[in-house]
C-alpha cells in the first residue's frame, strides 16, 4: 500500500514537471499567430524575400547579421550575437536596448509568454 503512494505522488511530480517544461518551451502553434506582428517587415518562408528586415527562415541558431543580400545596420553586424532562445528573448523584449542602434523599428514584445511562443515558433522553421 505504501509503496503504491510513493509511486502516485513520483508520478504527479514527474507529470508537473514535464508541464512546466514545455510550457518554458514555448508553443510554435500559438507563435505563428503572435509572428503576425513582424509580418509586415519579415517573411519565414525557404528563400523568401528580404523585406524592411530580413528573411527569418532557420534564424535559430545563425549569427546576427548573416542572411544573404539583406542589407544590416552596422550596430547588427558588429553585435557578435548568435540568435538562441536567451539572445531571441532579449532582443525581442526590447530591440534597442539588446543591440543599441539596430535599425529594427519594433518597440518589442512585452508579453513573456508571446516571447516564448513566437521563439518556438522560429525554432520550428528549418
Ligand atoms: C517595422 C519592421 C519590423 C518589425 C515589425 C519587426 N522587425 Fe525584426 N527586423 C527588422 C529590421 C529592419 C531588422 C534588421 C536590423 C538591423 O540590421 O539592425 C530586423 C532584424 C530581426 C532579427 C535579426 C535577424 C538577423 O539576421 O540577424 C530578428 C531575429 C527579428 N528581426 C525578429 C523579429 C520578430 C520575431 C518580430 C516580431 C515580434 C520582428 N522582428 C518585427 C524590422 C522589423
Redesign the pocket.
Known sequence: MKKEIIAAVLLTVAMAFAGTSAMAAGDAAKGKK??N??????TVDKGGKN??????FG?AG??????DG????????A?G?T?DDAS?DK??KK?KDF?K??????S??KDDG??ED??A??KSLK
Open positions: 503572435v509572428f506582428k513582424c509580418k509586415a517587415c519579415h523585406r524592411v528586415g530580413p528573411n527569418l534564424i545563425k549569427k546576427a547579421g548573416s542572411v539583406y542589407k544590416y545596420s552596422s550596430a547588427m553586424i553585435s550575437v540568435w531571441l532582443f525581442l530591440p543591440v542602434k539596430t535599425k529594427m523599428g519594433y518589442g514584445l508571446q516571447r513566437v521563439i515558433y522560429l
